[in-house]
């Protein structure tokens, strides 16, 4: 809240821009520190607008040194490829494209691949989503285990989804802008265990911790999510909610790390606390159904992915509670997430149990600066904040 400390970062950041070369390396350790004076201050033009000429710099970098012959070319603008091709190879064991935009991918991940963004890390029996599509993602930040093989966020092993790789250098750079404003929008269903009471946004920091876990401390990084509960449903005694989350922030596990610390956890999530599930459940039942971003012509390009068919036999097999609760809302929204069909439905479409009362959730960009509204049942959480602190 300081404009003059604001104009002054911006100024120091741009002079040194305008200074660099392009090839020494000294611009792209400024990028990282470009793309956090986003996320602090907001919107700035000039800004992105320098990001993306550190990529440009880079994409012909890499092409006159030849280190990727003509992959190192500006993409070509490609339009969106039709949602029906994803629907027609959802029952796929292996990756599919999804769209193609200028500057980017989104992939449809199966499970047991893995968004190798750190070489060297790969799960046990996990396969590398990085090696999967040579031919569409040519060279540039996609070959380069530097740059996170062009990944913007990750998504878990055991899950299943989409997920945006960048193209060229130009794209990466514009869409971890992107993410850093909150303009990249990512969308999930989700079944979990108990009963979630209704709409609400979760607002705990998160760290993380040894052995690949996260957990909800004080002393870690800014995270929010944003719950819709879909419907209350049931196994034998177990009480089950079916939820669609999205999240503002992209912290580790932080979907599964949320869920769990509100008494809620993902269903057949081992690492959280729900081990028992395998036995009617194959997996993580965590799906991200829905992506939205801006490619580098400023087209929004929305890509969708239909729940896949094991967790459409699970969700399919789950029944009201007892009594009944399960009103015509509800029922709605529970098959056609077992038909497949939920997925295009975007965010603000979706009515959760609690919106008849006047609850909701509101957007991220404005909820990341100001105090989210916590229900009651969520207050008395020992780390749960109310109010976003940077």
Same mark, same amino acid.
């Given at each position: 809240?300081?404009?003059e400390l604001s104009i002054h970062l911006r100024h120091v950041a741009h002079s040194r821009l305008d200074d660099a070369d392009?090839?020494?390396?000294?611009?792209?350790?400024?990028?990282?520190?470009?793309?956090?004076?986003?996320?602090?201050?907001?919107?700035?033009?000039?800004?992105?607008?320098?990001?993306?000429?550190?990529?440009?710099?880079?994409?012909?970098?890499?092409?006159?040194?030849?280190?990727?012959?003509?992959?190192?070319?500006?993409?070509?603008?490609?339009?969106?490829?039709?949602?029906?091709?994803?629907?027609?190879?959802?029952?796929?064991?292996?990756?599919?494209?999804?769209?193609?935009?200028?500057?980017?991918?989104?992939?449809?991940?199966?499970?047991?691949?893995?968004?190798? *963004?750190?070489?060297?890390?790969?799960?046990?029996?996990?396969?590398?989503?990085?090696?999967?599509?040579?031919?569409? *993602?040519?060279?540039?930040?996609?070959?380069?285990?530097?740059?996170?093989?062009?990944?913007?966020?990750?998504?878990?092993?055991?899950?299943?989804?989409?997920?945006?790789?960048?193209?060229?250098?130009?794209?990466?750079?514009?869409?971890?802008?992107?993410?850093?404003?909150?303009?990249?929008?990512?969308?999930?269903?989700?079944?979990?265990?108990?009963?979630?009471?209704?709409?609400?946004?979760?607002?705990?920091?998160?760290?993380?911790?040894?052995?690949?876990?996260?957990?909800?401390?004080?002393?870690?990084?800014?995270?929010?999510?944003?719950?819709?509960?879909?419907?209350?449903?049931?196994?034998?005694?177990?009480?089950?909610?079916?939820?669609?989350?999205?999240?503002? *922030?992209?912290?580790?596990?932080?979907?599964?790390?949320?869920?769990?610390?509100?008494?809620?956890?993902?269903?057949?999530?081992?690492?959280?606390?729900?081990?028992?599930?395998?036995?009617?459940?194959?997996?993580?039942?965590?799906?991200?159904?829905?992506?939205?971003?801006?490619?580098?012509?400023?087209?929004?390009?929305?890509?969708?992915?239909?729940?896949?068919?094991?967790?459409?036999?699970?969700?399919?097999?789950?029944?009201?509670?007892?009594?009944?609760?399960?009103?015509?809302?509800?029922?709605?929204?529970?098959?056609?997430?077992?038909?497949?069909?939920?997925?295009?439905?975007?965010?603000?479409?979706?009515?959760?149990?609690?919106?008849?009362?006047?609850?909701?959730?509101?957007?991220?960009?404005?909820?990341?600066?100001?105090?989210?509204?916590?229900?009651?049942?969520?207050?008395?959480?020992?780390?749960?904040?109310? *109010?976003?602190?940077?």
């Amino acid at each position: 809240n300081c404009p003059e400390l604001s104009i002054h970062l911006r100024h120091v950041a741009h002079s040194r821009l305008d200074d660099a070369d392009a090839q020494d390396g000294s611009q792209e350790r400024d990028a990282v520190s470009l793309l956090g004076l986003l996320w602090a201050l907001g919107p700035d033009d000039q800004i992105r607008d320098t990001l993306r000429s550190i990529g440009v710099a880079l994409d012909g970098y890499n092409r006159d040194a030849s280190n990727f012959g003509k992959a190192g070319r500006r993409q070509q603008r490609l339009p969106s490829l039709p949602l029906s091709m994803v629907l027609a190879g959802e029952s796929s064991l292996d990756p599919e494209v999804v769209l193609k935009a200028s500057g980017a991918l989104v992939l449809h991940k199966p499970p047991d691949w893995e968004v190798d *963004t750190i070489p060297g890390h790969l799960a046990l029996g996990a396969k590398p989503l990085s090696a999967a599509f040579d031919s569409c *993602t040519g060279g540039g930040p996609a070959k380069d285990p530097k740059h996170g093989f062009g990944f913007l966020g990750r998504l878990d092993t055991s899950s299943s989804g989409l997920v945006l790789q960048a193209t060229t250098f130009e794209g990466l750079y514009d869409l971890r802008a992107q993410r850093e404003l909150g303009l990249i929008e990512r969308e999930y269903v989700v079944l979990c265990r108990g009963h979630v009471p209704g709409a609400r946004s979760i607002l705990a920091r998160i760290r993380k911790r040894t052995q690949g876990r996260s957990e909800a401390a004080l002393d870690g990084r800014p995270a929010q999510s944003q719950l819709k509960v879909l419907a209350h449903l049931a196994r034998d005694s177990q009480q089950l909610s079916l939820v669609l989350v999205r999240i503002c *922030t992209g912290r580790t596990h932080q979907i599964r790390c949320h869920l769990q610390y509100v008494g809620h956890p993902v269903v057949c999530d081992g690492r959280y606390g729900t081990k028992g599930d395998v036995a009617w459940c194959p997996r993580t039942f965590l799906h991200r159904h829905r992506l939205v971003f801006w490619d580098l012509d400023g087209v929004r390009r929305v890509a969708e992915a239909p729940l896949p068919p094991d967790l459409r036999c699970v969700l399919a097999a789950l029944v009201p509670p007892s009594p009944p609760r399960l009103g015509a809302v509800a029922r709605g929204s529970v098959e056609l997430w077992a038909a497949g069909e939920g997925a295009g439905r975007p965010w603000s479409s979706w009515q959760s149990l609690e919106d008849s009362a006047g609850s909701s959730a509101s957007g991220c960009q404005s909820e990341l600066s100001s105090a989210a509204e916590v229900s009651a049942d969520l207050m008395e959480l020992p780390w749960l904040e109310l *109010t976003m602190h940077t």
